[in-house]
Each structure stands twice: as C-alpha cells, then as structure tokens.
C-alpha cells in the first residue's frame, strides 16, 4: 500500500485518467472540431507531465525547462490551428 502514494504511481494514475478523458471526449458525441481540439490539449498536458516528471526535466536548468515547455506549446498550438484552418476550410 505505501506504493500507492508514491509520486510514480499518482502520475502514472493521473495519466490513465487523462487518456480515458480524451478517449470519451473524442469518441462522445461533442463537435468533430471541439472533440479534436480537446485531445490535443489533453495530450500536451501529458506530454508536458512525462517531460516533467519521468524525464526528470523538472531539475534541469531554467534553459532547458523552458525550451520543453516552448516545445510542447508549438507543437499542441500548431495542430489545434491546423485542424481548425482546416475545418473552416471544408465548410
């Protein structure tokens, strides 16, 4: 039982969680647009979560923490403009 309050596990639990919510999300009945969107938000706070904490990225230097961060707000910002330019497009 001491496992499960350790830091690894609520993570990894916190993890499991966010991918069942993206998974309702995308496969619910919202939006094709907003349904999208959500799962690209919720991927980039779980990819900034392993960066963080299981690439141990939180002890690096100021540097490298904010080129990380910088990373995962192009990449998660490009896709949501991507699908919605793409979106106002088809319609």
Sequence with gaps: MKYITQEPFRLWLLLIVLTIIAWVVFEGHLARSLGSTAAV??????????????????????????????????????IIIGNLVTLTAIQ
Excluded: D, G, P
């Excluded at 990225?57 to 080129?67: G, I, M, N, P, Y």
């Design 41 to 78: 938000l919720i991927a980039a706070i779980k990819s900034r979560l392993v960066i963080l904490h299981y690439m141990e990225a939180k002890h690096a230097s100021k540097k490298w923490r904010q080129l990380y961060e910088t990373w995962n707000f192009s990449c998660a910002s490009l």
